[in-house]
């Protein structure tokens, strides 16, 4: 699975966007972007996946430059309860040999009231 | 529709003991994936379990084995613990579909060795 590097952390104000930039510039073709977090001493949590189009559902939105070198996670109305620690993970989700999701460090997104 | 579980929540061995963790995935799910988070670490793979076998393994000694039921539940078991083993042990379920596999995490059961 392709590296990924965060930032070790970031804050923003409550009801503002969060921004969660990722890298992962060695990226192959079949590999898809999986965001996850972590609220502290939680399991992880699923956020949200794409492979090369913007994706969005009822917790974030994921956008993926062109050249899918680069990704951000946006958190529209930042609230306390989504401060936990990000990660971002790029893998292949063929059925079987490479299927574990290898986690970084993650960033730490810290909400301000 | 209930999520991933795990159980026991925590658990306290000393050293040398065997442990057992179980796992139920979620609903519909047939995969089910071990993992150790060390304290300020980032989860560590440990296998992965489809049709009772063991499909894929991280960097883990035999130390660590597993077991998965007809039912797709799992365990996860260790022996002859060692301090290092203390950790948040986590599952994660899942299922193959249209090419795409989503895996989602239980809460998590804490070990520490003493």
């Known amino acids: 699975d392709a590296k990924t590097t965060q930032p070790p952390s970031m804050d923003c104000a409550e009801g503002r966007a969060a921004n969660l930039p990722c890298n992962h510039s060695?990226?192959?073709?079949?590999?898809?972007v999986y965001w996850y977090r972590q609220i502290h001493s939680q399991g992880p949590q699923y956020i949200i996946h794409?492979?090369?189009n913007n994706e969005t559902n009822e917790m974030a939105s994921l956008i993926i430059t062109e050249d899918r070198k680069s990704s951000t996670l946006i958190l529209p109305h930042a609230t306390l309860r989504d401060t936990a620690v990000y990660y971002c993970?790029?893998?292949?989700?063929?059925?079987?040999?490479?299927?574990?999701?290898?986690f970084g460090k993650g960033i730490t997104l810290s909400v301000r009231p | 529709d209930a999520g991933v579980t795990q159980s026991p929540t925590h658990l306290i061995k000393t050293r040398g003991q065997q442990v057992t963790l179980r796992c139920s995935p979620k609903?519909?799910?047939?995969?089910v994936s071990w993992y150790q988070q060390a304290l300020g670490q980032g989860p560590q793979f440990i296998f992965q379990?489809?049709?009772?076998?063991?499909?894929q393994r991280g960097n883990f000694p035999d130390r660590f084995s597993g077991h998965q039921f007809p039912n797709y539940s799992s365990e996860l078991n260790v022996n002859a613990l060692l301090l290092g083993d203390s950790a948040l042990y986590l599952c994660?379920?899942?299922?193959?579909?249209?090419?795409?596999?989503?895996?989602?995490f239980g809460p998590g059961t804490r070990l520490l060795v003493l």
């Open positions: 994660a379920s899942s299922r193959f579909r249209d090419g795409q596999e989503t895996q989602y």
């Open positions: 379990y489809y049709e009772e076998e063991e499909r």
């Open positions: 993970i790029v893998r292949v989700t063929d059925a079987g040999a490479n299927s574990k999701l290898t």
């Open positions: 609903s519909g799910h047939d995969t």
């Open positions: 060695t990226i192959s073709g079949n590999e898809y």
């Open positions: 794409g492979l090369k």
